[in-house]
Nanobody
Framework: VQLQASGGGLVQAGGSLRLSCVVS????????MGWFRQAPGKERELVAA???????WHRDSVKGRFTISRDNAKSTVYLQMDSLKPEDTAVYYC????????????????WGQGTQVTVSS
């Protein structure tokens, strides 16, 4: 299984980015997908996740600003990030795993390489 994340970059506060993660080597539609992030000196945290059935979850700090979506035909999961804040600066990782009963408890089994998101004030 391979996950290839892209779309990170440098953006000013209030700006937008869209992260993409293309997955190969698994039946994409059957897996839950998630985006994590890790800022310097902090633990990795789950940002958003989408189960195979379409249920989604977003952490409180990004609700209303970030949106996870998936395109099963393209084996791709997206993270649309709007109204970015400096505290969103982190390396963002996509991950996949078998479906979970509660998507908020998503834990990745397969991981992408990470893409840097930097938000300047």
């Amino acid at each position: 299984v391979q996950l290839q994340a892209s779309g990170g970059g440098l953006v000013q506060a209030g700006g937008s980015l869209r992260l993409s993660c293309v997955v190969s080597g698994q039946t994409f539609s059957r897996y839950a997908m998630g985006w994590f992030r890790q800022a310097p000196g902090k633990e990795r945290e789950l940002v958003a996740a989408a189960n195979s059935g379409g249920n989604t979850w977003h952490r409180d700090s990004v609700k209303g600003r970030f949106t996870i979506s998936r395109d099963n035909a393209k084996s791709t999961v997206y993270l649309q990030m709007d109204s970015l804040k400096p505290e969103d600066t982190a390396v963002y990782y996509c991950a996949s795993a078998p479906p979970v009963p509660s998507i908020r408890n998503f834990k990745g089994r397969y991981w992408g390489q990470g893409t840097q998101v930097t938000v300047s004030s």
